[in-house]
T-cell receptor, first 114, second 112 residues
């Protein structure tokens, strides 16, 4: 049973470009979470999604960031007009039944903004 | 979710047991204790969780005090690959609040 998949593993963007991070949950998991880890800091929750629905986006920056989890395909975290402060590791986690089940994390996408 | 406090760091010798403490004095009756670890910038890895009773799996044991205000994660035979940051997280197991709130964790260094 494959774990949570994230791609790309490393992403380099110039200021002002768009970044798209993809997350495929574990098989049978319908709940996805995104977390961000800034350099030398802890992990911070960003958003929690079920299929086609955003359940909790209390940790998402108000501008430039969006997330989706369509009926078919992976979850996408989209960052528009990236700035240097967006450089971080972005981790996706998934859980099986309800939002309160154990979350299993992917390997992360490391975003570098030049 | 209740706040947790952990020492900043600790070390232990390879092959010995590593006992990682965590205080959660304001824990509520419906909150579970979860442990994750992060090995050198990899994705966090789930270790174990529990409510009241002690728990054991293939990775570790979790000992929760009777008043539930503190707990200890035990790695019975630490190896060099157990060197990581270990996070103790208290989390409601029911309801819509599903996010994990990570603190600074404790850095465990296993020495040869």
């Amino acid at each position: 049973n494959a774990g949570v998949m994230q791609n790309p593993r490393h992403l380099v963007r110039r200021r002002g470009q768009e970044a798209r991070l993809r997350c495929s949950p574990m098989k049978g998991h319908s709940h996805v979470y995104w977390y961000r880890q800034l350099p030398e800091e802890g992990l911070k929750f960003m958003v929690y999604l079920q299929k086609e629905n955003i359940i909790d986006e209390s940790g998402m920056p108000k501008e430039r960031f969006s997330a989706e989890f369509p009926k078919e395909g992976p979850s996408i975290l989209r960052i528009q007009q990236v700035v240097r402060g967006d450089s971080a590791a972005y981790f996706c986690a998934s859980s099986p039944r309800t939002g309160t089940d154990t979350q299993y994390f992917g390997p992360g996408t490391r975003l570098t903004v030049l | 979710d209740a706040k947790t406090t952990q020492p900043t760091s600790m070390d232990c010798a390879e092959g010995r047991a590593a006992n990682l403490p965590c205080n959660h004095s304001t824990i509520s009756g419906n909150e579970y204790v979860y442990w994750y670890r992060q090995i050198h910038s990899q994705g966090p890895q789930y270790i174990i969780h529990g409510l009241k009773n002690n728990e054991t799996n293939e990775m570790a044991s979790l000992i929760i005090t009777e008043d539930r205000k503190s707990s200890t994660l035990i790695l019975p035979h630490a190896t060099l690959r157990d060197t990581a940051v270990y996070y103790c997280i208290v989390r409601v197991y029911t309801g819509a609040n599903s996010k994990l709130t990570f603190g600074k964790g404790i850095t465990l260094s296993v020495r040869p």
